[in-house]
């Protein structure tokens, strides 16, 4: 098992947490002797859903094009040419996206400055080539933070911008542009798994947070198993997320009573002062699952409030609320609302006091939830880690939301405030 989990969680986890079995026929490392009509990746893989990326294979070569980052990889087998029919984006080049990155394959010593990415890793059992990270990048799987703990902590490079203009394609304007790039080359690193598109010829952009589909999101494990040559164990670990999503949804189906679930936050700025409310877009993933455990997102108009009265109003009609806020520290930055700070920022004891506020069905049957159940005490929180990949487990957090009559307590990332369930703060010691 990857990290300590409740042990009503453990049974239902444990067969996504052990590393796959099936045996790859991809090589695990440099050919010696290059073949040029054998097929070095027999174990493909493909994007079936709207993960954002899709992938096609040579015999020795791969071409991965990330349709969030508009950015292309050119994976080639180590030991083989690279494909003459594409030329990698020159390393100094100005250009603003659509980058072609070429690298050999398979990783074995890379950096990390992606969640998902880490989370993906782990489940395929390659932690083993995390040989840096970025070094404001944080985890909470405990196994990853025992990995990156000693480890190199690289800086991103800033080129200066002076003298480094491009002219827009839409506009007579030009503006500077300032180049981006991870220090990685006194280290021999192989690339960075990153979090966004960058002009830099060595990094790798990981986007599940903004698939469009569930099932599209738990896609990207196929993603990054592409650059280990490990799609035998991607496919198998997939097909294992996709067949409980499935059966998860099926078991959902016959749902009657659709719950609202909308999305808000309150703006706290440092001295404590709250100087509205906010109701948030629920992404497209987001509103598949919820919908797929019987649930309804919120659809109406996503703005801002300086009144509490028509805060309450506007959020009357929900069941369950997600609560998105941050609470701020006095020297910058946020940390983990307590159900306190939610009484507070919401103005649930203020003008009409907690009876007024009991009226709204999400405080009246203690449904506030955040995402944030499992945490570590660098500040990171698992939302941005395994929930982006494991989505037949983010189904289930749903389909206990949905079927709970005063708020669930027993979900693995959603946590209940109006009912105090702790956080569940991990650290390295809890690698088991």
Known sequence: MI?????????????LMLLPTTIHANESGCVTNYDSS????????????ASGFDITYT??????????????YVLYQCGTPAPSDISPTPADSLQVGNWVKVVAVPGSKIALDSAPASAAIELLGAQSTVAASYKYFAVTSPCMQKQ??????????????SNRRRRSNNSSDSRLVRRVSYDISTLGLQWTFTTYGMNDPLSIAVNPEDANDMLGKAEWIKFIAAFYNKEAEANEIFAGIESRYNALRASSASSSTKKTVGLARYNKVANGTVLGWSIDQVQPWLAQ????????????????????SDFYSAISGWDILIDTSGEPLPHGGATIPMWSNLVSGYGFTSSGGRDYAKSLPAVDNSAIYRSDLISSYNNATDYSEHLQIQADVLLGDFVKIASAPSGAKDTKWYRNLPQNVPVDWVSASDCK
């Open 289 to 308: 699952g919820l919908a797929d455990a019987g649930l309804s997102a919120y659809s109406g108009d996503t703005t801002s409030f300086r009144s509490a």
């Open 148 to 161: 990156l703990d000693g480890l190199p902590r690289i800086q991103q490079n800033f080129g200066t911008p």
């Open 38 to 49: 054998k097929d070095y990746f027999p174990d493909k893989v493909k994007s079936s859903y």
């Open 59 to 72: 015999k020795n070569a791969k071409y991965i094009h990330n349709t969030i980052s508009g950015e292309t």
């Open 3 to 15: 990290f300590k989990t409740n042990i009503c969680l453990a049974a239902a986890l444990s067969a």
